[in-house]
Every structure is written in C-alpha cells, then in structure tokens.
C-alpha cells in the first residue's frame, strides 16, 4: 500500500480555478477603476488651475449627500446580505440562503434605482458630458475661444439675473445717491442686497473675470442662506466646468452602475435556482465567487462616493 501523501511531505494546496480567475478578474477591474478616478482628480486640479474658476460645488451640479450616503449604506447592506446568504447555505439552509440573495438583489436595484432618479435630475438641469474645452492645451486659440466664450456666457448670465431683482432691492430714497457710488453705504440692505448692487456696478464697469465674480456669487449665495427671507435673490448656478464634471461623473458613476448590472443578474439566476429549489450546498462556490464579485461593486462605491459628494 502506497500512501498519497508521505508523512512529513507537504500537501499541495488546492486552488480553485474560479476563484484564481475571478481573483485575476478583480486585480485588473482595480487597475481600471484607479485610472478613472486618477484621471478624475488630475482633470480637477488641472481645469482649476488653468484659469482660476472654482470647481463646481455640490448644489450647482445638483448632487445631494444625503441621497449619496443612504444610497451607500443600501448597497452595503445588500453586500452584508450577500455574505449572509454564504453562511446560510454553508450550514445547509437553501431557504435563508435564497431569502438573504433575494434581499441583496432588491437592495441593489434601489441602489440602481436611486442613481437613475440622480441622473434624470442632471439630465433635466443640462449637466451633460462632452464639449469639455478644458481639454483643449492652454495657451492654444481654441482653448481662448472656449474660455472667452463660456466665460462670458456666465458673466451675462449673472448680470441679466441682477438686473432682474434690481427693483427687488429697494433702498430708501435718501440712499439712493449712495447706492450709485458705494452700495454698502446704505443702511436700509441686508448683505446680500449690498453684495448684489456691488456686483452689479462692478459687472457694470467691466472690472471683474468669470473667476472672481463666481466667488462673488459664492457669497451672495452664503448671505442669502443667512438670511431666509430673501428668497427672491437666486443667481444663475455657478459651474463653469460643468461639462467637464459631468462627463467625469457619468464615465465614472455609470462605470460602477454597469459592474453593478452584471452583480445583479448572477444574483438573479442564484435567486431564481433558490425559488426553483436548485440551491444546495454544491452551488456554494458559484454563490461564494459572486458574492466576491458583489463585495468589489461595494467597495469601488465606498471610494467613489466621497470624491464626488463630498470632495
């Protein structure tokens, strides 16, 4: 009789040929989602840098935190819900298995459901990618010609606003000559007000870029939260590099959104062996590896939801 394994001598260890390929699989999906979103945040600080307009803020690209976070702590209790489905079928339970798959795949259709909801309100505000001029090489006439141009679409913008809510602010009539020379003269306005006539005489005299009168409107938007009932003074949405954000957000957002479509339907065809009664502990290194995939699709979202609320 011949032993297999002698003593002494080592047993080989056995991997997995799925698992090694999913593994192999992730490794290059990391390298993936690192490059997008290196190439994220280069884009940021290079647009800024070129020409001094801020970044868009959350409110001007019509990105809600909140929304954000309890979308987030969605997608990771389906990722818990997938790891108990693992437990579940490996102590022999098919029944709790199948009922943890099933939670996992509605919480992840919220999830998605949640970002199509996002999308529709960046659709209907008109933040859409493409035309990003900020990708043409500084100091070239077509990089001149976009910024000129979108610049002064804002600066236009902005005084057609003010020159609208003019009559709004009303100093009284022995402030009327100071309103003219020096508007934070007059007694009878609130800040924001005297932001706005500020504004307003410096747009009038053609002293300011697009760069400081979106930091002017920053603080008239600041004023005006302050100070709730001026709810007339809404100034245009300051988001010089909207496009830009936008196609980063889209590339980067429907990325992680495709990934998650293709976690779903595996958890599908696992929920549907659960229904059928197919779900027995052989399925379990099937349910293990999808699981695996599932927790990536989490993980990915936990680095991308800070760099685009919060950041």
């Known amino acids: 009789m011949t032993l297999e394994h002698p003593p002494g001598t080592p047993r080989p260890v056995r991997l997995d040929a799925g698992r090694f390929a999913l593994w192999v699989f992730l490794a290059t999906e990391v390298m993936f989602f690192t490059a997008l979103i290196a190439s994220y945040l280069v884009l940021r600080a290079g647009a800024v840098a070129r020409d001094g307009m801020p970044w868009p803020r959350a409110q001007e690209v019509h990105v809600d935190p909140l929304i954000g976070l309890i979308n987030t702590f969605v997608l990771i209790a389906s990722s818990g819900c997938a790891m108990v489905a693992c437990k579940l079928l490996a102590s022999g ?12 795949f509605v919480l992840g259709c919220v999830f998605l459901g949640v970002k199509g909801y ?15 001029g900020e990708l043409h090489p500084s100091g070239t006439q077509a990089r001149a010609r976009y910024d000129q141009a979108a610049g002064q679409v804002f600066l236009d913008t902005v005084k057609a606003r003010l020159e609208e809510i003019r009559p709004l602010m009303k ?3 022995n402030s009327k000559v100071a309103s003219e020379a020096q508007p934070s003269l007059i ?4 800040p ?24 002017k409107v920053y603080a008239i938007q600041a004023a005006n939260e302050a100070d709730r009932s001026q709810s007339h003074i809404h100034l245009p949405a300051v988001a010089p590099h909207g496009n830009l954000w936008a196609s980063c957000y889209f590339l980067i957002t429907g990325c992680h959104a495709l990934h998650l479509i293709i976690g779903l339907v595996f958890l599908l065809g696992i929920l549907m062996n659960g229904l059928l009664g197919r779900l027995n502990s ?29 950041v």
């Open 93 to 104: 339970s098919s029944r709790g298995a199948t009922t943890a798959v099933g939670l996992s």
């Open 118 to 132: 996002e999308y529709r309100s960046k659709f209907n505000h008109g933040l859409l990618p493409g035309q990003i």
């Open 171 to 173: 100093p009284s009539t």
């Open 187 to 190: 007694p009878d306005l609130d």
């Open 192 to 215: 924001a007000h005297v932001h706005c006539l500020e504004l307003l005489k410096e747009l009038d005299q053609r002293k300011l870029g697009p760069g400081a009168v979106a930091e």
């Open 282 to 310: 052989a399925s379990l290194p099937y349910l293990s590896n999808v699981s695996l995939y599932w927790h990536f699709v989490d993980l990915v979202w936990l680095v991308v939801f800070p760099l685009i609320y919060l």
